[in-house]
């Protein structure tokens, strides 16, 4: 059973670009979630999506991100027009279901912005 | 309310030590408080949860001790090693909703 899968590892983009991150969630998992890391910082939630559902996007800027999790295929995290504070790791993490608490990482996109 | 406060930022221990690392909560209605470890370039791991029906768990030379009423809880690493160095993520969560992360603590275990 494969772990959560996130791709790209890591991603350059310049200034005014757009950056799409991909997450496969574990076999069976149906809730994803996406947090970001700073250097020295501790995880920030983004945003807590089900399939074809976002339960819970407060944590994530009002402007330019959005994320995805269709009924096929990787949740989508898209970051539009990207500016240097954009410059993280950006993690994914899932979990079978709301009563099931256990929730697995992947590995990260580490995103830089020049 | 949905902070979870951990501490210390960093850490260091010799070899074959105790590690504590503690954190605080304000939010009653959490209800399932896990520890994650994290090394450079990689993505948290899991290490050890409990639930607030419970006091202490253990797992091999990794203890969560649970004060419920102070709303605390701690990670103990036993007979520390030098491969157990890394920034562990305290985090906590109300049912239905995300895990809530402290700040982490970087612990370096010297030879």
Redesign the interface.
């Known amino acids: 059973n494969a772990g959560v899968m996130q791709n790209p590892r890591h991603l350059v983009r310049r200034r005014g670009q757009e950056a799409r991150l991909r997450c496969s969630p574990m076999k069976g998992h149906s809730h994803v979630y996406w947090y970001r890391q700073l250097p020295e910082e501790g995880l920030k939630f983004m945003v807590y999506l089900q399939k074809e559902n976002i339960i819970d996007e407060s944590g994530m800027p009002k402007e330019r991100f959005s994320a995805e999790f269709p009924k096929e295929g990787p949740s989508i995290l898209r970051i539009q027009q990207v500016v240097r504070g954009d410059s993280a790791a950006y993690f994914c993490a899932s979990s079978p279901g709301t009563m099931n608490t256990e929730a697995f990482f992947g590995q990260g996109t580490r995103l830089t912005v020049v | 309310q949905q902070q979870v406060k951990?501490s210390p930022q960093s850490l260091i221990v010799q070899k074959g030590g105790i590690s504590i690392i503690n954190c605080a909560y304000e939010n009653t209605a959490f209800d399932?408080f896990?520890w994650?470890q994290q090394f450079p370039g990689?993505?948290?791991?899991?290490l050890i949860?409990i639930r607030p029906d419970v006091s202490e768990k253990k797992e091999g030379r990794f203890t969560i001790s649970f004060n419920k009423s102070a709303k605390q809880f701690s990670l103990h690493i036993m007979d520390s090693q030098p491969g157990d160095s890394a920034t562990y993520?305290c985090a906590a969560?109300i049912?239905?909703?995300?895990?809530?992360?402290?700040?982490?603590t970087t612990l370096s275990v010297s030879s």
């Not at chain 2, 990689?42 to 899991?46: E, F, N, Q, V």
């Not at chain 2, 909703?97 to 982490?104: E, N, Q, S, V």
Request: charged share 15%; proline share 9%; net charge positive.
């Open positions: 951990q399932y896990p994650y990689k993505g948290p791991a899991l949860a993520f969560r049912v239905g909703t995300a895990l809530i992360f402290g700040k982490g």
